[in-house]
């Protein structure tokens, strides 16, 4: 029996109601997510990035002190092994002028010279400068073996300290190029919002900085500032001296930048920010929130004072005490300095430089 076939037309309504099946049979079906809570799901994990890029940035700190102690001891050392390959050159020298004269002289035998000195007063003259050559020699020799040693051990320290310095430059490259990844991907996720999500991230972070500004151009709400003394809003809290000082230069910068790696004059990160203030109060701290920990004197929570500073995040984090419950601190890539609770991340300790 002969098969029928469908006109042209049919044919084509058929594969196309076909196709329309199997694609509604396999097509995912999407979830249509609460716009709001969407928005606060991807700030999360932009916050989480940032926190990951500090904490990069702050490792990036530590390399970099570590790398410009390295190669301001390869300096030293390197000097070293410049005198002490000076004083083998020096040595050699004296030695081969010997060597050369007695060559010269022919090595004449004390007995030789006896019978070709003019007389017993002589040849007693001769020989006692001879020995006293001799003598000169021998601490000649001894000056040349020593000196070769500490040559030696220069070389070797001077091979350690730039292998250091190597590794060190490695270690720097590896942590910027963790903080610049972290930074990356916190963009990525802020370019892959929704027009109007975005604005509402960058309005969030636009209205955090105007609120520092203005405290920054009138912080006589939140401190009262005389010559001698800084004293907090809250009545029972006040500084004096250099926490004073560190105070001042806190406030002063608030709504500057954040930026990775920066300790002014406009821009900082978190252990920047700390180390200018309280460098404007006489005291000299490393750029980095670790080392600024364990260089100090550690207090309670419960007895910090205005100027002290607070450790947060593993050590990864660090700002300035200004009393009533509140710190100054630079957060993060794509935030301003600014004041924020002292409870608003995870306390490690606090110290009082």
């Not at 700030?43 to 190669?71: H, T």
């Not at 027009?195 to 960058?202: I, N, Y």
């Not at 004059?265 to 309280?278: E, I, K, N, Y």
Request: glycine share 6%; with cysteine; hydrophobic share 50%.
């Amino acid at each position: 029996m002969a098969t029928r076939r469908l006109p042209r037309p049919a044919l084509l309504i058929v594969v196309l109601a076909l196709a329309l099946a199997v694609t509604s049979a396999v097509r995912p079906q999407v979830a249509h997510a609460d716009p709001q809570q969407s928005i606060n799901q991807v700030q999360a994990r932009i916050d989480a990035l940032n926190q990951q890029a500090e904490a990069a940035a702050e490792r990036y700190n530590a390399a970099q002190i570590k790398l410009a102690a390295i190669s301001k001891n390869l300096v030293q050392v390197k000097a070293r092994l410049t005198s002490a390959q000076q004083k083998v050159n020096q040595a050699q020298a004296v030695l081969g002028a010997y060597a050369a004269a007695t060559y010269q002289a022919g090595g004449i035998d004390p007995a030789i010279q006896l019978l070709l000195a003019k007389g017993p007063a002589a040849f007693l003259e001769q020989a006692s400068a001879l020995n006293q050559i001799a003598r000169q020699q021998g601490q000649t020799v001894v000056s040349l073996t020593a000196a070769r040693l500490q040559l030696a051990q220069s070389q070797r320290v001077v091979a350690q300290q730039l292998a250091a310095q190597k590794a060190a430059q490695a270690q720097l490259k590896a942590q910027k190029n963790q903080v610049l990844a972290k930074i990356a991907e916190a963009q990525r996720l802020l370019n892959s919002l929704q027009a109007q999500q975005r604005a509402a991230l960058l309005a969030t972070q636009a209205r955090a900085r105007a609120a520092a500004l203005a405290a920054r151009a009138s912080y006589s709400s939140y401190v009262r500032v005389s010559r001698s003394s800084v004293r907090a809003s809250a009545p029972t809290v006040s500084a004096s001296g250099r926490p004073a000082a560190a105070l001042r230069y806190a406030f002063a910068h608030l709504g500057d930048p954040y930026v990775w790696g920066a300790a002014g004059p406009h821009a900082f990160d978190c252990s920047g920010l700390t180390m200018m203030a309280w460098r404007a109060a006489g005291v000299s701290l490393p750029h980095n929130a670790a080392m600024q920990y364990y260089g100090m004197r550690h207090v309670p929570i419960s007895q910090l004072q205005p100027g002290d500073l607070v450790f947060y995040l593993g050590l990864n984090h660090v700002g300035i005490y200004i009393g009533g419950g509140r710190i100054i601190d630079a957060p993060h890539p794509g935030s301003s300095v600014e004041i924020v609770g002292l409870y608003s991340m995870p306390i490690v300790g606090a110290g009082r430089p």
